[in-house]
């Protein structure tokens, strides 16, 4: 059906009825039929889609319950989602009386004309009779909803006489036991009205307001607690924030440049060496003084001949040469007296076993 004939045909005509149940006449509920009249309307639009969402909120003849309700059509189902209505009578239902069908009926017809936004959704209506607080779990179990939202009168009492009113408060039963979220949807009126008192309180302080008006603890004198940081000169903590990145020198104020003049001062401050008297006489006269050196270096002079040779190349050849030629006589050498071994041991072996005597 498209959506202009959906919007033009009356609110009635949008939902359509599927399966009801009657489990009153049996007086005993079971894990998933509750003493109720159940009565199921979807929309003509409706579809199940991957991302759908139960809601269940209880309805009364209370005007915070149609606010409830209200507030829920408008501001949190979408298409697809389905809304639990649960009415619950405590008082017990006579078996052979049918009224009570006839009251489920009008009542689902006032919820139809609460949507306002012509939303494709489901509808469900429970009612049941037996305990509030226990029927109410007991669907819980059933439908399994993502959220539960119940209306409340927004009165806030103190002392014995709030005790005694929140105690049989309903929305906070349920805010105390129910095993989903819970939303509790107070009136408009009753909101507006606490806050325009709010505003109107000479006695009330921003959080601003009460900040300057007390010290804080940083400013007493355990105040050295909050320190985390030790005390930084603006140069320490440049240099630190330089040595961290890795930047270079010139971003870093401790590091001072190097002042050339004061090096080239520094140079020509240094002491000149003693003169001894015979020198002075020696260069007067005309000649050359005489080099002097210390033991030390003689010693060191000794030592660095004695660990060093220093040699030409040529040098280096000539002696490699002498080296073969050494080697290549010894080579002849070892080879001409082994010719003499092996030509000796064969002229043994001729020499017949008598022979050797001397002939007279």
Same mark, same amino acid.
């Given at each position: 059906?498209?959506t ?12 359509e009825?599927h399966?009801?149940?009657d489990?009153?006449p ?9 003493i109720?009249f ?12 991957r991302?759908?969402r ?7 003849d209370?005007?915070y319950?149609?606010?409830a309700?209200q507030?829920l059509l ?14 619950v009578i405590e008082?017990?239902v006579?078996?052979?009386d ?5 009251d ?8 139809q ?6 939303r ?5 209506l429970e ?10 779990q007991?669907? $819980?179990?059933?439908?399994? =909803?993502?959220? #539960? ?6 009165r %806030?009492?103190?002392? /014995? ?6 105690r ?7 805010l105390?036991y129910?095993?989903?979220?819970v939303?509790?949807?107070?009136p408009?009126?009753?909101?507006e009205k606490?806050?325009?008192k709010?505003?109107h309180d000479p006695?009330?302080?921003?959080y601003?307001?009460?900040l300057?008006g ?7 004198e ?7 940081e030790?005390n930084?000169?603006?140069d ?8 961290a990145?890795?930047?270079p020198a010139?971003?870093?104020?401790? $590091?001072k440049?190097?002042? =050339?003049?004061? #090096?080239?001062?520094s140079?020509?401050?240094r %002491?000149?060496?003693d /003169?001894?008297r015979?020198t002075l006489?020696i260069v007067s006269?005309?000649g050359?003084?005489?080099e ?7 010693e060191?002079d ?12 040529q ?6 040469q ?6 290549l006589?010894e080579g002849a050498?070892l080879r001409a007296?082994?010719r003499k071994?092996?030509?000796g041991?064969?002229d043994?072996?001729e020499?017949p076993?008598g ?6």
């Amino acid at each position: 059906m498209a959506t202009e004939t959906l919007t033009e045909s009356p609110r009635s005509q949008r939902f359509e009825s599927h399966v009801a149940f009657d489990n009153i006449p049996l007086g005993e509920s079971t894990e998933y039929n509750p003493i109720s009249f159940t009565l199921n309307y979807r929309h003509a639009g409706f579809q199940f889609r991957r991302r759908h969402r139960t809601f269940m909120v209880g309805v009364d003849d209370n005007s915070y319950s149609d606010h409830a309700l209200q507030w829920l059509l408008d501001e949190l189902v979408d298409d697809g989602d389905e809304i639990v209505c649960v009415r619950v009578i405590e008082t017990q239902v006579r078996l052979t009386d049918k009224a009570y069908q006839e009251d489920a009926k009008a009542l689902m017809e006032s919820i139809q004309s609460k949507n306002m936004q012509n939303r494709a959704i489901g509808l469900v209506l429970e009612y049941a009779v037996g305990k509030l607080h226990n029927t109410f779990q007991h669907l $819980i179990k059933i439908y399994q =909803p993502s959220m #539960l939202i119940v209306g409340t009168k927004g009165r %806030s009492l103190d002392g /014995v006489q709030g005790f005694l009113v929140n105690r049989s408060s309903f929305s906070k039963y349920c805010l105390q036991y129910s095993p989903v979220p819970v939303v509790v949807v107070r009136p408009n009126e009753k909101r507006e009205k606490k806050k325009a008192k709010r505003a109107h309180d000479p006695s009330r302080q921003s959080y601003a307001q009460m900040l300057l008006g007390q010290p804080h603890e940083a400013d007493s004198e355990n105040s050295s607690v909050y320190e985390l940081e030790p005390n930084l000169t603006p140069d320490e903590e440049a240099h630190r924030v330089a040595v961290a990145v890795g930047l270079p020198a010139s971003y870093d104020p401790t $590091i001072k440049p190097i002042d =050339p003049m004061t #090096l080239l001062k520094s140079f020509g401050r240094r %002491s000149t060496p003693d /003169v001894s008297r015979e020198t002075l006489a020696i260069v007067s006269k005309g000649g050359v003084p005489a080099e002097k050196k210390s033991r030390d270096c003689d010693e060191s002079d000794s030592d660095s001949d004695g660990e060093f040779e220093l040699s030409t190349g040529q040098q280096e050849l000539l002696k490699k040469q002498r080296l073969h030629s050494m080697e290549l006589n010894e080579g002849a050498a070892l080879r001409a007296e082994g010719r003499k071994l092996s030509s000796g041991s064969a002229d043994s072996d001729e020499d017949p076993p008598g022979g050797g005597g001397a002939k007279t």
